[in-house]
Every structure is written in structure tokens, then in C-alpha cells.
């Protein structure tokens, strides 16, 4: 069973910069999209940004042009952060015959 492994959430005051990072413990074949939710405490769970397997990318307006998503390890730079980005983010990928998910991490921003 491949797992799906956040790392790079913290602390950060607002204005700051990270990194989220998701690697696969195994190979995955046939993807079609990949990318990142987040949930913050009493809210649904919601896109962030997506990326297919053509690179094209998707994010969520509250996101555009503060955050960039990249294939390599579904890199999440975040930069601007806001507090009301805190959340805990989880990373997923979509194959053709499933879609793995991440753990989660936690991002707290700091006003």
C-alpha cells in the first residue's frame, strides 16, 4: 500500500514563506492529477491547488498568486501567508484506479 507523506508545515507569522512537500513511499502509475486540500477547524475541507498530469494547474481564488504547486514531490510553495490560510493541508494523487491522501499537516500563521 503506497502512503502519501506531508512534511514542511509549521509556524509562521504572517507574510512569511513554506514549503509543503508530499512524497510517495512507492511508485504510482496512470496519474491524472495531483495537488493539496486543506481544513481549517469548523470548515469543510477544500481544494487548494491542483496540478494534472498535463501540468495544468488549478487553485482556489483565496490562493492565486501566493501559492505555486509543482509536480516535483507536489511541491506547495506558500508565500504571503495569511492566518486565515492555517489549516492542516493534506496532499493527494489521483491514478487511474485510486486516490491517496496524505496524513496532513498542520500550517498555523500568526497574525
Known amino acids: 500500500q503506497v502512503q502519501l507523506v506531508e512534511s514542511g508545515g509549521g509556524l509562521v507569522q504572517a507574510g512569511g514563506s513554506l514549503r509543503l512537500s508530499c512524497a510517495a513511499s512507492?511508485?504510482?502509475?496512470?496519474?491524472?492529477?495531483m495537488g493539496w486540500y486543506r481544513q481549517a477547524p469548523g470548515k469543510q475541507r477544500e481544494l487548494v491547488a491542483a496540478i494534472t498530469s498535463g501540468s495544468s494547474t488549478n487553485y482556489a481564488d483565496s490562493v492565486k498568486g501566493r501559492f505555486t504547486i509543482s509536480k516535483n514531490t507536489v511541491y506547495l510553495q506558500m508565500s504571503s501567508l495569511k492566518p486565515e490560510d492555517t489549516a492542516v493541508y493534506y496532499c493527494?494523487?489521483?491514478?487511474?484506479?485510486?486516490?491517496?491522501w496524505g496524513q496532513g499537516t498542520q500550517v498555523t500563521v500568526s497574525s
Open positions: 512507492g511508485s504510482i502509475f496512470s496519474i491524472n492529477a
Open positions: 493527494y494523487v489521483r491514478a487511474s484506479i485510486t486516490t491517496y
